[in-house]
């Protein structure tokens, strides 16, 4: 009967990420458009290294989420924001 636990799935190991200042991430989400279009929350974390919840805070004032599509669950800059990145790449 023991021999009969359930296994436990083995999760990694819970990492506190330290909010960065606003207008860095900013900066930095801004740069990460310019290499791709297109982001994965989960991608963004990894790449920022922020909180989940502080980040779709800023991704919600930056970016629309495509729910449907090619590009569903990912996010994408606003088009506002999309002419001043390519107008500052071009100067």
Same mark, same amino acid.
């Given at each position: 009967? &023991?021999?009969?636990?359930?296994?436990?799935?083995?999760?990694g190991?819970?990492?506190?990420?330290?909010?960065?200042?606003?207008?860095?991430?900013?900066?930095?989400?801004?740069k990460l458009f310019e290499r791709q279009p297109n982001w994965t929350l989960k991608q963004l974390v990894q790449e920022t290294? &922020?909180?989940? &919840?502080?980040?779709?805070?800023?991704?919600n004032e930056l970016c629309v989420y495509n729910k449907r599509g090619t590009n569903q669950g990912t996010y994408e800059l606003k088009p506002e924001y999309k002419k001043s990145v390519e107008?500052?790449?071009a100067e």
């Open positions: 009967m &023991q021999d009969k636990k359930k296994a436990v799935p083995v999760k190991p819970e990492v506190k990420r330290t909010r960065r200042d606003r207008g860095e991430l900013e900066d930095i989400m801004f290294d &922020q909180p989940a &919840q502080f980040l779709k805070e800023i991704l107008d500052t790449g």
